[in-house]
């Protein structure tokens, strides 16, 4: 029940005050978003793909009013890719990017966040890597799914997200599996009517295996959005009901969240990516990892108690 209230505070201009500025934030912030910069987050990759480990990387900043601040979001994605060209990680580092950082909610947001994320593409293959469109809420899916497909005419490698939580998303699979894309599952974090979404827990993991299972018996390359132990070994019986190696999918959780799962499933020789995101403009990515689990609510705010 909670979740839906932290997703609508996640909207709130008067709560990301609050909240930004309470003392004890930063402190559980970290946890999740461990760099402002790109020069505290590159300790960071080296440690984590010294470990065997993969990443995306995104700069969290979602909530842009002008095609300025899209602009320099997309100059922040072109630093970060210089930093990991000098790091040579190929596709061990790749980009995730949301489009409405990119201006995709501003006056002609398509046309404007297209222009800006293509250059980021074209830097992200010259140093020998890719990037991958997160998927928002449903209102700007339409515009993501055309941008990744005049994103693949140039660059076929560029990947998209699809949400189990959407009525939409297993026609999208069949589409994005017989084109051969790399598609990242995930249950989906925003906060949707029964209109567009499954409500019940039960309805979206269903929904989650019906898409591994077109994603896996499809062209593409499947990326496997969880932290659900149950679905992950489900994708596993997947893939090899599939015939797939384990070089032709990939799992991904996020940044603080079962890291001793990151490092368990790339010991057995999966290909394990870390979403680590770094950043000033934290607010919206912080609020939906609270919204995902109740307990981290509750731990941020005896912190904030016990510090008041
Ligand atoms: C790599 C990656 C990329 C993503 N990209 C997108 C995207 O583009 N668009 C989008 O809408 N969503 C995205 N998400 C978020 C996703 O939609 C879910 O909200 C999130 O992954 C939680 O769902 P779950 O599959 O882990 O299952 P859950 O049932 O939510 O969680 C399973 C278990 O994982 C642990 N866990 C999960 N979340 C947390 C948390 N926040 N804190 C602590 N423990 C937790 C708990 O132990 C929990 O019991 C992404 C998730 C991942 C892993």
Same mark, same amino acid.
């Given at each position: ?8 505070a996640?909207?709130s201009?008067?709560?990301?005050? $609050?909240?930004?500025?309470? /003392?004890? #934030?930063?402190? &559980?912030v ?5 760099g402002?910069?790109? *020069? +505290?987050v ?6 984590l ?9 995104d700069?969290v900043g979602?909530d ?6 899209a602009t ?14 000098n790091?040579?990680?190929?596709t061990r580092?790749e980009?995730?990017i949301?489009?409405?950082m ?23 293959a010259?140093?020998g890597?890719?990037v991958t469109?997160?998927?928002e809420?449903?209102?700007?899916l339409?515009?993501?799914f055309a941008?990744?497909?005049e $994103?693949?005419?140039?660059? /076929?490698? #560029?990947?998209? &997200?699809?949400?189990?939580?959407l009525?939409?998303?297993e026609? *999208? +699979? ?14 989906g974090?925003?906060?949707e009517?029964?209109?567009v ?24 390359y499947p ?12 994708a ?8 797939r ?5 990939e799992?991904q959780m ?20 870390v979403y680590?995101a770094?950043?000033t403009d ?9 919204a ?5 609510l509750r731990?941020f705010?005896?912190?904030?108690v016990?510090?008041?």
């Amino acid at each position: 029940m909670l979740g839906p209230v932290i997703l609508a505070a996640s909207r709130s201009d008067r709560m990301r005050r $609050l909240i930004s500025a309470a /003392p004890v #934030t930063k402190q &559980v912030v970290d946890r999740f978003i461990p760099g402002e910069t790109v *020069d +505290a987050v590159v300790p960071i990759i080296e440690d984590l793909t010294g470990r065997g480990l993969e990443l995306t990387m995104d700069v969290v900043g979602e909530d842009i009013t002008t095609p300025e601040q899209a602009t320099a979001a997309r100059d922040a994605y072109l630093r970060l890719i210089e930093r990991l060209g000098n790091l040579e990680l190929g596709t061990r580092a790749e980009m995730s990017i949301k489009l409405s950082m990119f201006g995709q909610a501003l006056e002609n947001g398509h046309e404007l966040a297209l222009a800006n994320v293509r250059p980021v593409v074209e830097a992200a293959a010259a140093i020998g890597t890719t990037v991958t469109l997160d998927a928002e809420d449903h209102t700007t899916l339409d515009s993501m799914f055309a941008i990744h497909e005049e $994103l693949r005419k140039d660059f /076929p490698q #560029t990947g998209c &997200v699809i949400q189990a939580y959407l009525y939409r998303t297993e026609e *999208d +699979a069949r589409r994005l599996a017989a084109s051969g894309s790399r598609v990242r599952i995930v249950k989906g974090a925003y906060k949707e009517p029964a209109s567009v979404a499954y409500q019940q827990k039960a309805e979206i993991d269903k929904a989650y295996v019906r898409v591994m299972r077109t994603l896996m018996e499809g062209e593409g390359y499947p990326m496997i959005g969880s932290h659900d132990p149950r679905l992950i070994s489900i994708a596993q019986e997947l893939a090899r009901r599939s015939g797939r190696k384990l070089d032709e999918y990939e799992f991904q959780m996020l940044y603080g969240i079962r890291s001793d799962e990151h490092l368990r499933l790339a010991a057995e020789g999966h290909r394990m990516r870390v979403y680590t995101a770094y950043g000033t403009d934290w607010y919206g990515y912080f609020m939906r990892r609270l919204a995902e689990k109740p307990a981290n609510l509750r731990f941020f705010v005896r912190s904030m108690v016990s510090k008041g």
